[in-house]
Protein backbone atom coordinates (compact mmCIF):
# COMPACT_ATOMS: atom_id res chain seq x y z
CA UNK A 1 0.00 0.00 0.00
CA UNK A 2 2.89 2.30 1.15
CA UNK A 3 6.30 2.49 -0.02
CA UNK A 4 8.77 5.20 1.87
CA UNK A 5 12.54 5.04 0.28
CA UNK A 6 15.20 7.79 1.51
CA UNK A 7 12.99 9.59 3.15
CA UNK A 8 15.06 13.18 4.40
CA UNK A 9 13.79 16.43 5.91
CA UNK A 10 16.35 18.94 7.12
CA UNK A 11 14.87 22.55 9.17
CA UNK A 12 17.33 25.64 8.28
CA UNK A 13 16.98 28.34 10.93
CA UNK A 14 18.70 31.30 10.20
CA UNK A 15 22.57 29.79 9.81
CA UNK A 16 21.50 26.84 11.94
CA UNK A 17 20.79 23.23 10.00
CA UNK A 18 18.89 20.36 11.25
CA UNK A 19 18.43 17.25 9.73
CA UNK A 20 15.53 15.66 11.27
CA UNK A 21 15.31 12.70 9.07
CA UNK A 22 17.93 10.67 7.44
CA UNK A 23 17.16 8.38 5.04
CA UNK A 24 13.80 6.57 6.30
CA UNK A 25 13.12 3.47 4.26
CA UNK A 26 9.21 1.29 5.26
CA UNK A 27 6.56 -0.38 3.42
CA UNK A 28 3.18 -0.48 5.39
CA UNK A 29 0.85 -3.28 3.51
CA UNK A 30 -2.76 -3.05 2.50
CA UNK A 31 -4.94 -3.40 6.08
CA UNK A 32 -1.68 -2.49 8.13
CA UNK A 33 -2.25 -1.12 11.70
CA UNK A 34 1.48 0.69 11.65
CA UNK A 35 2.34 2.68 14.71
CA UNK A 36 5.56 5.49 14.98
CA UNK A 37 7.06 5.45 18.06
CA UNK A 38 10.46 8.27 19.79
CA UNK A 39 11.26 10.58 21.65
CA UNK A 40 10.03 14.16 20.98
CA UNK A 41 12.21 15.29 17.61
CA UNK A 42 13.11 12.01 16.80
CA UNK A 43 11.27 13.11 13.14
CA UNK A 44 7.80 11.12 14.17
CA UNK A 45 5.35 13.50 13.04
CA UNK A 46 7.47 14.97 9.99
CA UNK A 47 8.24 11.85 8.75
CA UNK A 48 3.95 11.00 8.91
CA UNK A 49 3.39 14.47 7.35
CA UNK A 50 6.08 14.13 4.37
CA UNK A 51 4.28 10.52 3.51
CA UNK A 52 0.44 11.77 3.62
CA UNK A 53 1.13 14.76 1.44
CA UNK A 54 0.94 17.39 4.50
CA UNK A 55 4.82 18.47 3.73
CA UNK A 56 6.53 17.83 0.57
CA UNK A 57 9.79 15.66 0.19
CA UNK A 58 13.17 17.32 -0.32
CA UNK A 59 14.86 14.28 -0.58
CA UNK A 60 13.84 10.38 -1.50
CA UNK A 61 10.36 9.21 -2.68
CA UNK A 62 6.82 7.71 -1.39
CA UNK A 63 4.99 5.39 -2.73
CA UNK A 64 0.82 4.52 -3.13
CA UNK A 65 -0.08 1.24 -4.73
CA UNK A 66 2.70 1.48 -6.81
CA UNK A 67 2.12 5.61 -8.01
CA UNK A 68 5.21 7.66 -6.87
CA UNK A 69 3.03 10.17 -5.02
CA UNK A 70 5.84 12.80 -4.30
CA UNK A 71 6.18 13.33 -8.06
CA UNK A 72 2.67 15.41 -7.53
CA UNK A 73 2.64 18.92 -8.57
CA UNK A 74 0.95 21.62 -5.45
CA UNK A 75 -2.52 21.23 -6.92
CA UNK A 76 -2.28 17.58 -7.80
CA UNK A 77 -1.01 16.55 -4.18
CA UNK A 78 -3.80 18.32 -2.83
CA UNK A 79 -6.45 16.57 -4.85
CA UNK A 80 -4.69 13.48 -4.23
CA UNK A 81 -4.42 13.77 -0.36
CA UNK A 82 -8.47 15.56 -0.41
CA UNK A 83 -9.39 11.74 -2.16
CA UNK A 84 -7.34 9.25 -0.90
CA UNK A 85 -5.94 9.91 2.44
CA UNK A 86 -8.24 10.64 5.77
CA UNK A 87 -6.46 13.01 8.68
CA UNK A 88 -7.12 12.37 12.61
CA UNK A 89 -5.02 15.07 14.78
CA UNK A 90 -3.91 15.39 17.93
CA UNK A 91 -6.32 19.02 18.26
CA UNK A 92 -9.05 17.53 16.42
CA UNK A 93 -9.06 20.31 13.95
CA UNK A 94 -12.91 20.71 13.97
CA UNK A 95 -14.66 23.71 12.75
CA UNK A 96 -16.45 25.30 15.75
CA UNK A 97 -18.94 26.86 13.58
CA UNK A 98 -20.32 23.90 11.98
CA UNK A 99 -22.18 21.11 14.40
CA UNK A 100 -20.83 17.23 14.39
CA UNK A 101 -22.77 16.31 10.82
CA UNK A 102 -21.59 19.38 8.85
CA UNK A 103 -18.29 18.79 10.19
CA UNK A 104 -17.85 15.31 8.28
CA UNK A 105 -19.86 16.53 5.51
CA UNK A 106 -17.73 19.31 4.59
CA UNK A 107 -14.83 17.18 3.00
CA UNK A 108 -17.64 15.39 1.38
CA UNK A 109 -19.06 18.18 -0.48
CA UNK A 110 -15.26 19.51 -1.38
CA UNK A 111 -14.78 16.28 -3.07
CA UNK A 112 -17.71 17.09 -5.35
CA UNK A 113 -20.42 15.05 -3.58
CA UNK A 114 -23.97 15.79 -3.43
CA UNK A 115 -25.15 17.20 -0.61
CA UNK A 116 -27.94 15.10 0.05
CA UNK A 117 -25.64 11.85 -0.76
CA UNK A 118 -22.89 13.53 1.80
CA UNK A 119 -25.57 14.27 4.73
CA UNK A 120 -26.58 10.58 4.67
CA UNK A 121 -22.24 9.35 4.25
CA UNK A 122 -21.40 11.91 7.23
CA UNK A 123 -24.41 10.30 9.22
CA UNK A 124 -23.73 6.99 9.03
CA UNK A 125 -19.82 7.49 9.31
CA UNK A 126 -20.99 9.45 12.68
CA UNK A 127 -23.33 6.38 13.76
CA UNK A 128 -20.23 4.02 13.08
CA UNK A 129 -18.12 5.80 16.15
CA UNK A 130 -21.50 6.16 18.61
CA UNK A 131 -21.99 9.49 17.58
CA UNK A 132 -25.72 9.05 16.59
CA UNK A 133 -27.36 11.26 18.94
CA UNK A 134 -24.44 13.73 18.64
CA UNK A 135 -25.20 15.06 15.20
CA UNK A 136 -26.16 18.55 15.63
CA UNK A 137 -23.69 19.12 18.56
CA UNK A 138 -21.47 21.82 17.79
CA UNK A 139 -17.38 21.32 19.11
CA UNK A 140 -18.30 23.57 22.31
CA UNK A 141 -20.82 20.83 23.43
CA UNK A 142 -18.72 17.67 23.06
CA UNK A 143 -16.11 16.63 24.97
CA UNK A 144 -12.66 15.87 23.73
CA UNK A 145 -13.38 12.00 23.72
CA UNK A 146 -16.30 12.89 21.58
CA UNK A 147 -14.80 15.21 19.54
CA UNK A 148 -11.94 13.18 18.49
CA UNK A 149 -15.17 10.65 17.22
CA UNK A 150 -16.04 13.26 15.17
CA UNK A 151 -12.52 14.13 13.55
CA UNK A 152 -12.29 9.98 12.86
CA UNK A 153 -16.02 10.19 11.23
CA UNK A 154 -14.69 12.69 8.94
CA UNK A 155 -11.32 10.69 8.30
CA UNK A 156 -13.71 7.46 7.38
CA UNK A 157 -16.41 8.97 5.59
CA UNK A 158 -14.82 8.43 1.74
CA UNK A 159 -13.38 5.17 2.26
CA UNK A 160 -9.48 6.39 2.25
CA UNK A 161 -6.80 4.34 1.24
CA UNK A 162 -4.94 5.20 4.07
CA UNK A 163 -5.56 6.76 7.52
CA UNK A 164 -3.19 9.40 9.11
CA UNK A 165 -3.43 9.67 12.74
CA UNK A 166 -0.93 12.19 14.83
CA UNK A 167 -1.02 11.39 18.53
CA UNK A 168 -4.87 10.66 18.57
CA UNK A 169 -4.73 10.15 22.07
CA UNK A 170 -2.30 12.82 23.57
CA UNK A 171 -4.85 14.78 24.66
CA UNK A 172 -7.56 12.37 26.37
CA UNK A 173 -7.50 10.62 29.60
CA UNK A 174 -6.99 7.22 30.27
CA UNK A 175 -10.63 5.75 29.73
CA UNK A 176 -11.39 8.18 26.66
CA UNK A 177 -7.80 7.57 24.81
CA UNK A 178 -8.55 3.41 25.19
CA UNK A 179 -11.84 4.30 23.28
CA UNK A 180 -10.58 6.10 20.77
CA UNK A 181 -8.10 3.35 20.45
CA UNK A 182 -10.60 0.81 20.30
CA UNK A 183 -12.59 2.68 17.21
CA UNK A 184 -9.55 2.46 15.05
CA UNK A 185 -8.57 -1.24 16.13
CA UNK A 186 -12.53 -2.00 14.75
CA UNK A 187 -11.58 -0.06 11.73
CA UNK A 188 -8.49 -1.83 11.46
CA UNK A 189 -10.38 -5.13 11.42
CA UNK A 190 -12.73 -4.32 8.81
CA UNK A 191 -9.60 -3.50 6.24
CA UNK A 192 -9.30 0.14 6.79
CA UNK A 193 -5.20 0.56 6.52
CA UNK A 194 -3.87 3.45 9.63
CA UNK A 195 -0.23 4.92 10.51
CA UNK A 196 -0.39 6.60 13.68
CA UNK A 197 2.11 8.39 15.85
CA UNK A 198 1.80 7.94 19.60
CA UNK A 199 4.42 8.16 22.35
CA UNK A 200 2.37 5.63 24.09
CA UNK A 201 3.67 1.81 24.14
CA UNK A 202 0.60 0.49 25.17
CA UNK A 203 -1.43 1.78 22.40
CA UNK A 204 1.05 1.13 20.22
CA UNK A 205 1.15 -2.34 21.44
CA UNK A 206 -2.59 -2.36 19.89
CA UNK A 207 -1.51 -2.13 16.68
CA UNK A 208 0.43 -4.77 13.79
CA UNK A 209 3.85 -3.12 13.71
CA UNK A 210 5.72 -0.48 16.25
CA UNK A 211 8.36 1.53 14.09
CA UNK A 212 10.90 3.48 16.25
CA UNK A 213 12.50 6.38 15.39
CA UNK A 214 15.95 7.80 17.29
CA UNK A 215 17.27 10.72 16.21
CA UNK A 216 16.34 10.71 12.36
CA UNK A 217 16.55 6.97 11.65
CA UNK A 218 14.54 3.61 11.99
CA UNK A 219 16.31 1.89 15.28
CA UNK A 220 13.96 -0.66 15.07
CA UNK A 221 11.00 -2.34 13.45
CA UNK A 222 8.79 -4.93 14.94
CA UNK A 223 6.06 -6.81 14.58
CA UNK A 224 2.96 -7.70 17.32
CA UNK A 225 2.17 -11.05 17.28
CA UNK A 226 -1.67 -10.52 18.79
CA UNK A 227 -3.06 -6.90 18.80
CA UNK A 228 -5.89 -7.09 21.09
CA UNK A 229 -8.70 -4.86 21.86
CA UNK A 230 -7.62 -2.38 24.56
CA UNK A 231 -9.47 -3.43 28.16
CA UNK A 232 -10.84 0.21 29.04
CA UNK A 233 -11.70 1.56 32.29
CA UNK A 234 -15.55 1.42 33.58
Given amino acids: MLNAKNITKTFITGEVEQKVLKGIDFSVEGGEFVSIMGRSGAGKS ?37 NNFGFVFQEYALLPELNALENVALPLLMRGQKRKSAYEIAKKALEQVGLENKLENFSSQLSGGEQQRVSIARAVA ?37 VMVTHELEYAKATHRIIELRDGLTVNDRRILDPKMLLCKL
Fill in 46 to 82: TLLYILSLLDETPSGQVFIKNEEITLLSGDEAVSYRL
Fill in 158 to 194: HNPKIIFADEPTANLDTQRACEIMNIFIDLNKKGQTI
